[in-house]
């Protein structure tokens, strides 16, 4: 399956795609740049169906020589997070916006996000979450396509489609701004609430 094929098959419904023929397509992936410095493509791991998805940035230092997203200072406390919210780290689904590091942890940029687009498109599509929570600007901007900050996105559900998207400060950030932990607090505490209002239907 090529990338086009995945990313303009328009009648291609919920779950009819899997996360391995996803990460099949993404391969040794040279669409953009930072393959040239990268260790390990970073795809995402978790519960394939899960009911929460996580969306962050990209891979930092550890992510990239690991190849898991959040395993260093930001994911520990993205776990944390998680406990907040009742959630355990295999019941959910985590990824990011791009899949490879960009270099010194700088922004990754417009070009590198559309070129690794096709793939979050198809993980989200894949495992048709109820909630998206998209941790940070980056992946709140893919999510919900709006230039609006993190600062006034924050604190509440936004729908889109099929999807409730909530969007919170970067865990990462929390660590510089300590201010706005207790924000990011307060919107896990708000998710794992969410979640028991809205008990799945099966
Ligand atoms: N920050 C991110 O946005 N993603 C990771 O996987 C790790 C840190």
């Known amino acids: 399956m090529s990338v086009m094929h995945i990313a303009g098959h ?9 996360l391995e023929e996803v990460r099949a397509t993404l391969g040794n992936c040279e669409l953009c740049p930072l393959w040239e410095t990268r260790n390990n493509i970073v795809f995402g791991v978790g519960d394939p169906h899960a009911r929460v998805m996580f969306v962050g940035e990209g891979p930092g230092k550890n992510e990239d020589l690991q190849g898991e997203p959040f395993v260093g200072a930001a994911g520990k406390n993205l776990d944390q997070l998680l406990g907040l919210a009742g959630l355990k780290r295999e019941e959910v689904y985590i990824a990011n916006v ?11 940029r417009p070009e590198e996000i559309e070129a690794c687009s096709p793939f979050l498109r198809e993980q989200i599509r894949s495992i048709w979450p109820d909630v998206i929570v998209c941790l940070g600007n980056f992946a709140a901007h893919f999510v919900l396509r709006t230039d609006q900050g993190i600062t006034t996105l924050r604190g509440r ?46």
């Open 10 to 18: 328009k009648h291609q419904g919920p779950r009819e795609v899997t």
């Open 98 to 108: 791009v899949k490879c590091r960009p270099p010194g942890n700088r922004n990754p």
């Open 157 to 202: 559900f936004h729908q889109t489609g099929h999807f409730y998207v909530l969007p919170v400060f970067h865990p990462a950030a929390a660590l510089y701004h300590r201010e706005w932990q207790q924000y990011l607090d307060d919107d896990f505490r708000l998710l794992g609430q969410w979640l028991k209002d809205h008990p799945k239907e099966d």
